[in-house]
Structure formats: C-alpha cells, structure tokens
C-alpha cells in the first residue's frame, strides 16, 4: 500500500480571492508565487501551545553501494537476423560456453570509470529505408567479344533474371550488444546523447507503449508532453489495460492518446501477463505486419518517461535493432526447482527471474501471443512464495515472458554465458550476482534486489543524497516510492541510461516555485535543458542559525532544495525545498515543519510558534 503524504506551505499576506481556479504564478509580496486550483494564501496562525522542534539526533549510516571497476570490454556479436515466430513445441538451443571456475580479477581504480558516449549509427547505413516493394536491381554484365570462325558457332544467350518484389530489409543500427553486459545498460552513468547524433536517421519503426494499470496513469500531464514530440499512429500508439475499466474511463482524460481495450481477467501476482499479452493483442491488430524493429514497452500506472521522447523512439528502435530488453534479477533470485525430484528435466529445474517491465521486439511479441497457455503453471512448479518450501519468491508476470521465448535452457550451471537470439545486453551470466540484460525502467529496491555496483544502485545513491528528493524506505518485498523530486534528480535521471522511472506517486511535488509538469517540461523534455521560470539558484536564507536551544544549525539552499544539518549533533538533520521565503522540511526522525523568513532575513518562523535568529556569520 503506498501513504502519499505531503507538507502544507502557509505564505504570510492578505487572503486570496475566495475562489481561485486553476493553477499558475503571480507577485505577491515582491516575490513570485504558485498557486493551484483549490487553494488559498491565509494568514499563518502561530500555535503557541505546540511543542518547538528539538534537534533530532539521528546518525545516517554510511551507504551500502560502492563504485565498481568497468569490466572488461566484450567484443559486440554480429547483429541477429529477426527471429522467425516457431511452433509452441520449437526450443531455441543457445550456445552455451563454460567458464573455468575463477574469473579474472579487474584491477582497482582510484578515479570512478567514465561514462561511454551511445554509439553512433554507422555512417554505412543508407541515407534512406528501403523500400519493400522496389525490385532488386539486377547489375549490368558485359559479354567478352567473342571471335567467330566459319562455320559460326551457336551462342546461347544467357538467361533473363526476372523481377521480383524484395523481401522487407532489416536494418540494424548498431550491433546488438554495443554495451558492456557485465554492468547492467552499459557502464557507469551514461551521458545523455540527442538522437542527431546519429546523422539525423529517422526510424519508421513505430513504439507501442502498453500500460498495465488498475484505475488511472498517475501524473498523466507529465505523459501528455511527452508525446506531444510523437506522431500519434506514425511512430507511437499508446494503449492501457484497466483492472477496473469503469474507473478508467472516469479518471483517464486523454482518451485521444491513451487507448483503453477491453479489460481481461487478471490476479495480482498469480496472472498478470494475460492483460499484458492482451495488451499485445491489441498493438497488433492496429498495426497490421509492422516492421521488424517495432518495440513493444510495458509500463506501470506509476512511471514517467525520464528522456525526450524522440530519444526514446531511437533507442528503442534504431540503436536496439531487433532485439527485446529484459532486466533481469541476480541469480540469486532466480528460481530452482527441487533437485530431489528426478522427473524434474535439467531444463526446467532454474526459471529466470526478471523485472516485469520488459521491452519485447516484434518477433518475440508475436512469440508471446503464439504461446500464450504455455508455462503457466511456473508458480506451482517452483512452488513461489510458499514458506518453508524452496525459498522461491516472485510473481507469474517475473518469470512467463523469458521462460516461454527462450525455453529449454539448462542453466544449472553458474560459470555459463549464453548468447540467446534477440536478448539485448547479452551474453546471459548464469551466475551474476549483479543485475544483467537491459534494463530501461529505474526503480529503488534493496541489493538482493538490485545487486550492489550497477546503474540502478548509482542513480538511487544520487537520489538518496540529494535534499530535495523524498523516497520511501525499500524493503524485500516493495520496491521504493517517490514521494518528491527535485531539479538535481531530474537532471541526473535525464543523464542516466534509464529511458523510464517508477514508482512515482500521483501529484509527486517539486522542490521549488513550479509543478512538476512544468519541470519535465524544461529539464528532460526540452532539447536542450531549458532554465525553469522563475527559478531562485540559492535560498537568501541560506547560513548558519541558532535553534530555540541555541544549537548552531547549517541551513543549504540550492535550486529548490533545502538541508539542516545541526552542527556537532552527531548527524541530525531536515531536508525540504523552498519557495520564496517559505521552505519545508523532513527530519531524520520523520517530523515534517514548515517555517518562513521574517525580520529582513534574520529570523526564521516556524509552523510551531519557534523563532530561530541568523547568526553573525555570512550569509
């Protein structure tokens, strides 16, 4: 269950109109305010009765994740063929090639690796796409003279070639694999590269954007720039699955861009993949036999897209070429049948476990729907989510899709790496402890989770440190919530390699004078980054104060976001976001205040009735 909760920001001044409807900025004071619709400024009333806030004595714990050494380069694979859809009964045999026991150790560095750029397009690719209907061109041959003596000689002309209609061309961009697969989506952090980059190649592959959902897309204003850079029908549908489809049509309003199909039945855990592959159904009989390098992407009510959609499309569609994107768990998570039982075959004795929110080409969707009624009984035969039985935890949807379009594969073993027809960030490592394959959604969860030195746990180091973003604690079993964002946190998922964030709550807040929408807006949807309106770089509250117990307290301000850090208290600290003279704060202990700048700057007024005084010190 997911508790949003959220600060209430009083400003000092004269009452707003009684009714003020929608949501923008205005001068008040001097200073540029925000308002929304449903919201009113009212004097702040100083509760003298309530308790001041005491320095909270709270020590951070060092943080768990530490830098890796980039692995070792791999030679990329030559781009795959387009897989051919087989018969249920067909298995696809990897090839699989076993390691020795120990692997080479990789040298430790001093300074943290530098991001590799995105790989071009190859300058060989044609300025054009082919056409499938244009007939092949059939080279010119010139005849040797030929020197002809009594009585002549016969010559037989050479036969006529005819004219057939070309077979659709497949043309990837970059080898399948460009990445290093050992560090999940390609090495450290990634820098963001525009899709120009690339000679300005424009794929006519299209992105189907698949949302499983229960009753509404959270932030669906946020959705709604996003796709006002795609051609609706061209290079983009966007389709959602509803556990309640009545509510949907309520609380759903773009209904031109977000398509809602029939709802099927579906299970929490037990059956999701049947409205997933519902959803695949309907992608497809809107787009008829499409191109080899469609992409179909799974999202949840709670992700937001964290680069230009233009940037998507490419990725997914040209740089990807025809393969899917699986996120996959470290092996430790993976599932094991029970070894006492010999009628269990070899291959169906370890099931892969993999992030739900894959990205299948348009083979293996087709795939998918083919085999729809197999594998389902995954949960049973590795007995999921039974205590005291094999440990195995996990859901139908995190084991179906790889199972069932790469079936009858041996991975006992956990020194093996198998190169597997169309799985982008290969080759698999049966025994990575890390996350492998690609993974294009963030999310926060804990290291058995999410390993310990990968892009994942990277971005959740810079989000956990950053003072103007909120996230709830992760667990074994929930993945983290976003709760508040910042303009730090949106620049560093737009530089990150995720194309996708989750799990953002619904009307999440922004660390500064705007909404959140607006800040998509400007800092990962414009090409380049735009300055936000309005924007306050530093906080004139900024400096050291002095509590009601005449403990000295530090207090940051920057772009939007606010730290307290009590001096000498051992770590106690408050983190927030400001606007204007107002700001609002977290504690460690989990006390939320608010306080505004009074007195020219030299006293801060607490919600509670507690006055601090600046210090002498600078400012």
Known sequence: MQISQAVLLLAFGAAAPAAVKGEGHGLRGGRLQHWRQGQEWTQ??????????????????????????????????????????????????????????????????????????????????????????????????????????????????????PTVTAAPV???????????????????????????????????????????????????????????????????????????????????????????????????????????????????????????????????????????????????????????????FPRSQWATADSIDINVPATSQVAVKHHQWVVLSRAHAQMALERTQQSRDIMQRYKLNQPGALANTGCLDEFWHFTSLFPGLDLRSTSTYLSLPGFNGGPLNTGDMELGGQCDTYLHWTPRNSGNANNMTRLSQELMNDPGTDMTPADELRPSSIKRLSK??????????????????????????????????????ADPPRELLGAEPTWEGQGEWLDNRQARVTLTGVDGAVRLTWIGSGGTAAKGSYCGDRISVEFSNGFKASAILTGGGSKLLWSNGVAWDRTAGPR
């Open 488 to 525: 730090n946190a949106l620049t560093s998922m737009r530089n990150s390699y995720f194309l996708f964030a989750r799990k953002v709550e619904e009307d999440c807040p922004f660390s500064g004078c705007v909404s959140l929408d607006e800040a998509f807006d400007s800092l990962v949807f």
């Open 44 to 161: 702040l009333t100083l509760d003298a009765d309530a308790p001041p806030p005491l320095p909270f004595t709270h020590v951070i714990p060092p943080s768990p994740y530490l830098p890796v050494a980039p692995a070792a380069p791999i030679t990329p694979a030559a781009p795959i063929t387009p897989v051919t859809p087989t018969t249920p009964d067909t298995a696809v045999t990897p090839q699989a090639v076993v390691l020795p026991a120990q692997q080479p150790v990789v040298p430790a560095v001093t300074a943290p690796p530098q991001a590799p750029a995105l790989p071009a397009v190859p300058a060989a690719l044609p300025a054009a796409w082919p056409s499938t209907t244009a007939a092949p061109v059939v080279p010119a041959v010139t005849a040797a003279p030929v020197a002809v003596a009594a009585p002549p000689v016969a010559v037989t002309a050479a036969p006529v070639v």
């Open 170 to 328: 497949a043309v990837t961009a970059a080898p399948v694999n460009p990445y290093n697969p050992f560090d999940v989506s390609g090495g450290a952090t990634d820098p963001y590269v525009a899709p120009t980059a690339a000679g300005g190649l424009v794929s006519p592959s299209k992105v189907f954007f698949l949302f499983m959902v229960y009753e509404k897309i959270n932030n669906e204003e946020i959705w709604n720039r996003f796709f006002q850079s795609g051609i609706q029908g061209v290079n983009y549908r966007a389709f959602v699955h509803c556990k309640s489809q009545a509510q949907c049509n309520e609380n759903i309003r773009s209904k031109h861009v977000f398509e809602i199909i029939p709802s099927v039945e579906t299970a929490y855990c037990a059956d999701l993949v049947s409205g997933m592959n519902a959803l695949i159904q309907a992608a497809f009989a809107s787009s008829g036999t499409g191109g080899p390098n469609d992409k179909f992407v799974f999202l949840s009510d709670s992700t937001l897209p964290v680069k230009p959609f233009n940037f998507v499309h490419q990725r997914l569609t040209v740089q990807a070429g025809d393969g899917s994107d699986f996120c996959i």
